[in-house]
């Protein structure tokens, strides 16, 4: 079945860096895009980037753009968020998801398995 | 961006009865050369990630319950639970791929009467 696993999160102080990992399983990897989107305490979701199937082409929100990186490694099903110049707005629970297609214009697509989520804590 | 407002904001529905959920876009989702509107719905339950329910505006995801449906076009968009349970208690997202960036809808929460 279709797995998806996070991890990397944890507490960091403002300004400074973290690296979350989306293992992935059950599924052609190297077919599909991958997405994070996440969610802050109490609210709703706001998607954060997105990576092509063949890594091509990457988006990013404005949120976040010029701060983080996305990648992934198709030898370990597993794609990356490199998080820099983190700020207290970027508090959240941020999930990883599979997207509906390889392709995505402009990184749109519906995501239609998602994992449980890894929290980042950006505070002083 | 496109804005993605949904109404209301929370519903109380009894066991059995009719939940209707609205999301209206800022603009279209329509894509005109494929007739599809591209708008998703999500349910989300407490401690849970999203799950996936609806995709094209009323194709239902595999696995999800036929009381679950999505209608609507352009600009207005409905999911209809057709009998609600006690396992729909979520909170629920629309959200369009339309464009960039994806946008989501600010959640609407179904409780049991």
């Known amino acids: 079945q279709v797995q998806l696993v996070e991890s990397g999160g944890g507490v960091v102080q403002p300004g400074g860096s973290l690296r979350l990992s989306c293992a992935t399983s059950?599924?052609?990897?190297?077919?599909?895009?991958i997405q994070w989107v996440r969610q802050g305490p109490g609210k709703g979701l706001e998607w954060v980037a997105f990576i092509r199937y063949d890594g091509s082409n990457k988006y990013y929100a404005d949120s976040v753009k010029g701060r983080f990186t996305i990648s992934r490694d198709d030898s370990k099903n597993t794609v990356y968020l490199q998080m820099n110049s983190l700020r207290p707005e970027d508090t959240a629970l941020y999930y990883c998801a599979k997207a509906s297609g390889g392709y995505c214009t402009g990184g749109s697509c519906y995501s239609d398995f998602w994992g449980q989520g890894t929290l980042v804590t950006v505070s002083s | 961006d496109i804005v993605m407002t949904q109404s209301p904001d929370s519903l109380a529905v009894s066991l059995g009865e009719r939940a209707t959920i609205n999301c209206k876009s800022s603009q279209s989702v329509l894509y005109s050369s494929n007739n599809n509107n591209y708008l998703a719905w999500y349910q989300q339950k407490p401690g849970q990630p999203p799950k996936l329910l609806i995709y094209w505006a009323s194709t239902r995801e595999s696995g999800v319950p036929d009381r679950f449906s999505g209608s609507g076009s352009g600009t207005d968009f409905t999911l209809t639970i057709s009998s609600l349970q006690a396992a729909d208690v979520a909170v629920y997202y629309c959200?369009?791929?339309?464009?960039?960036?994806?946008?989501f809808g600010q959640g609407t929460r179904v409780e049991i009467k």
């Open positions: 959200q369009q791929y339309f464009s960039s960036p994806q946008t």
């Open positions: 059950g599924f052609t990897f190297s077919n599909y895009g």
